[in-house]
Structures are given as C-alpha cells and as structure tokens.
C-alpha cells in the first residue's frame, strides 16, 4: 500500500476518543430540545407539561386490551392506521386520504419539515412558541425566521412577508406558551399570501373556541396538525396526525417511517376520536378548572394571559418567577418556568384536577407571601 494513501486516510479519520463525535457540524452545534421534567419517583403535583389530568376514555382502554389480544403483536401494524382515517374522516368532515398520522404531533411535525425544508432554506414560525420547530429546523441544516409576536400576542404583516428560500410556515393555534389563537381569517389572509404551506399546529384546540380543519378546504396550501396527547389523555400513548389536501398526503407518506404508528396508538386513537361524549365532559371539566385557576391568580396579583389552551401563562409584577418554581418543586409541585432571549419570562400552570389545583393554590399563597417579607 502507497505510504502517502496510508497517511491520508489515517488523517481522514475523524477524532473521536470520548470527544465530540463525528456528527455533521451542524448536528453537533445544535442546542438540543429540552422537554419539560418527567419525575420517575415520588409523589409530584404535575403541572408542568400540559397532560390531561384525567384517566382517558374507557373506550380506549378496552380497544388497546382487544388489540393486545392473540397473535396481533406479532405482526406489523397497518403502515397507514386505515381504521383511525376512517373514524377521523367521518368525525372532520373529510375523505380518509386527507389524513396522516404520526408517532405524536411531533413525528408528524418532522415529517412535514423534511418534506419541505432543504439545507440553507428557510423555516418561519412566531416567537415565542414551541421551540421543537427550531430544532426540527436545525436538524435539516435549515434556518429558522422568528417573527416576534406583539404586546397583544398578535403578528403583523411582516409574517406574511415571502423571502427567498421560505419554505414552510408554522403557526401554534393556540400558541404555547401564551394560550392565545389568532383568528382564522387571518391565517387564511396568511396563507393565501404565502409562497410556501402553511402549518396549523392545532395541538390544543379542543380546549377552544374554533378551529381551522376548514380552512384545509378553502386554501390548498393549509395544513393542519393534532395531537391525542391533550384533550384525550394519551400523552404516554403517543399519536398524532394531519390534515392536508390528498396531493400533500401523498408525498408526506413518502417520507414517514414504514410503520410510524404502533397497532395499540392506533386501536386507542380510533377509539378515543368516535367517544365524543367523554371528550366533551373532560374538556367541561378542564375549562371549568381553567377559569377558576385564572381568577385566583389574577386575585394573587398575577397579570394572566387569558387562555384557550389547557394551561394559564402568568407573569408576576415583582418577575421573581424562578424562585417561584423553584419554592414549588421544593414542595413536590412542578409548573413550568420559561424564559425566551430578548423577550422575557413567566410561568405556565398546567390545568390539574380541582384538588391538584387547590393544593397549589395554597402552596403558591404561602410562597409569595414569604417572598414579601423575606
């Protein structure tokens, strides 16, 4: 073998040795995805993360039982989870070919962003909101625009604005982590402007007052996303899905994994979607909740943005909001402590049972009043 062959691809070889892995550079100079805290031990007032308090649908549990029922967990689940278009068609007024589902919203949500976003293109979403689309962003080597929301968490004209290499759009509604929605004839205006798909990350809305699922039929360049982890109580279950003219669908599929969806999500989410009347009580329960949680703040001294999300944004006039946090967990509860470069920061208060809420209602009184007198 040629000494100079050997020499250069030695040198080739990329160091390693319990450093940094020869990961593509712009892998490895991405700040990672930071969900909020999973306590695996203990007894914790979870407040943090937006799950639904309540068991899910008893439907659901059934359906996952009869799935896990004979040989069926042998075999590979239905790459297209066929039973759950067909419920979800029937249920959102649309055909079975409209629909795509995904490992959570978030699978879904990568699907959407490797099918549109290429290297040096771009990504537009609000700021603040779900920092998962900067990452997924990243992931492609892609940029990612942030247009800032407004004082009354509204976007300006700028967010319709096109620029070369946009290549999707993403809109939380609601946003997290304000709990505020922009109305759907502005975001039809948007995506009627737009050069590029616009995403509807609907993954609160059934705790509000309208939805965007139509807008998919007015404007071909509408997408709109779900989540069960919410309003339907399968966080740990993981499943998602979108919905978008049968042309996008169809080139979506291309890129999801074969078997994204498991045979258990799939027989749950079939049968969560077709119990509406479970999904209207929890979600009575949890607005009910909602407003009491928001009046106690406010009467707290709390300046509290009014939600249609499960979850209450908060920010104090003395902005000791980390220690805030922090008293809490100390005391086994945990909310959520966010804080965004050049915009500020505040809390966000998952909506509990009524006893989980009163306990941190109580807890929080106490806190703030040793932050007055300490």
């Not at 290429?118 to 997924?136: A, D, F, V, W």
């Amino acid at each position: 073998m040629d000494p100079a062959t050997t020499s250069d691809s030695a040198s080739a070889q990329p160091a390693f040795r319990g450093g940094t892995p020869p990961v593509r550079p712009d892998i490895a100079a991405l700040a990672p995805y930071v969900p909020g805290e999973q306590p695996q031990g203990g007894r914790w007032i979870k407040l943090n993360t937006n799950e639904n308090p309540y068991a899910p649908s008893p439907a659901v549990i059934e359906a996952i039982q009869q799935a896990a029922s004979g040989r069926s967990l042998a075999k590979y689940p239905d790459p297209l989870a066929t039973s759950f278009r067909t419920a979800a068609a029937e249920r959102l007024g649309v055909e079975p070919d409209w629909i795509l589902c995904g490992n959570g919203s978030d699978d879904v949500l990568t699907i959407l962003v490797r099918s549109f976003v290429g290297q040096g293109e771009s990504l537009r979403m609000p700021y603040p909101s779900y920092i998962l689309y900067r990452t997924l962003a990243g992931i492609q080597g892609a940029r990612c625009h942030e247009v800032t929301f407004d004082a009354a968490w509204s976007l300006g004209d700028s967010f319709m604005a096109s620029r070369d290499g946009l290549r999707l759009v993403v809109v939380p509604n609601p946003n997290s982590p304000s709990g505020t929605v922009l109305s759907k004839a502005w975001l039809l205006e948007a995506a009627e402007q737009l050069p590029c798909p616009l995403v509807i990350d609907e993954a609160y809305v059934d705790f509000a007052e309208t939805d965007c699922i139509d807008l998919v039929q007015q404007c071909e360049k509408v997408i709109v996303t779900r989540s069960f982890s919410k309003s339907y109580a399968l966080a740990g279950l993981r499943f998602g899905f979108a919905v978008a003219r049968p042309e996008i669908i169809a080139q979506l599929t291309k890129v999801k994994d074969s078997y994204n969806c498991d045979t258990l999500s799939i027989a749950a989410a079939t049968a969560a979607i077709a119990d509406t009347a479970w999904l209207t009580e929890t979600r009575g329960k949890i607005l009910a909740t909602r407003h009491r949680l928001e009046a106690a703040l406010t009467s707290l001294g709390f300046r509290v943005q009014p939600s249609q999300a499960n979850f209450v944004w908060c920010t104090h006039p003395g902005t000791r909001h980390r220690e805030i946090y922090e008293a809490l967990k100390e005391q086994g509860i945990l909310i959520r402590w966010m804080t965004f470069p050049n915009w500020g920061d505040g809390l966000r208060i998952s909506v509990g049972t009524d006893e989980e809420i009163d306990a941190f209602l109580a807890a929080l009184t106490e806190i703030l009043r040793q932050l007055s007198t300490g």
